[in-house]
């Protein structure tokens, strides 16, 4: 048994109940001198007392004959405090993070051709907070355009009010490609266009292929995009 813990801790919890040292004494029939002596550490109270009084003020025995009352009474005070931070943490990261993962359940609407020269197929992907735009198959069915250009490009438009928005562009790498060969290989992919799908009407899209060959004259393509109707 550590005294010099004992009397700290007799002394504290007298003063955390508000009794004077007379007060203590009377409840456990003794003089408040021999509290005084208990408090400096010149002397104790015997075990039957102090089980009284780990009784009376609902602290563990061996709490007091250790001493570690105060010790003990940080630590749980030190955990709820940590405890209370990491929840604070969790509902701030929970309100910041929450705009950044908005309702991620997309609806699909098909894009098809409109020329018969051409078979395209692809989608637009939407929800209540954005719009992507996928075109991955793109086959000339025309049959009388076996011309090797030197380049090709085809690019997404957009056509809204006698006005035309570039969305996306590919451009061949290769020299002496055919229009057949070079639309294989096209991918239109954009993943957060602002636009949202409502906006969109049947020719509001449409693709463009400029095909310039070795002579320096460009043959272009325009074909428009039939969209699945969005809902209103």
Known sequence: MDQEKIAKWIKEIRKKHHLTQKQLADRYHVTYQAVSKWENALNMPDISLMKQMSKDFGVRIDEILDGNYETKKKSKIYLWIILLIIIIILCIAIMILKPL?????????????????????????????????????????????????????????????????????????????????????????????EKSCREYQDGTLYLSINATDHSGKTVNYKIPLKLENCPK
């Open 101 to 193: 993962h908005p309702k991620n359940d997309f609806e699909f609407k098909t894009l098809s051709s409109e020329c018969d020269n051409f078979n395209i197929s692809g989608n637009i992907s939407y929800n209540e907070n954005k719009t992507a735009i996928y075109i991955n198959h793109i086959q000339y069915c025309g049959g009388d355009d076996k011309e090797e250009y030197q380049t090709i490009e085809c690019s997404l438009y957009e056509s809204h009010n006698d006005m035309e928005k570039k969305i996306s562009t590919y451009q061949s790498t290769k020299e002496n490609i055919t229009l057949e060969a070079f639309l294989k290989d096209v991918i239109l992919s954009i993943g957060h266009y």
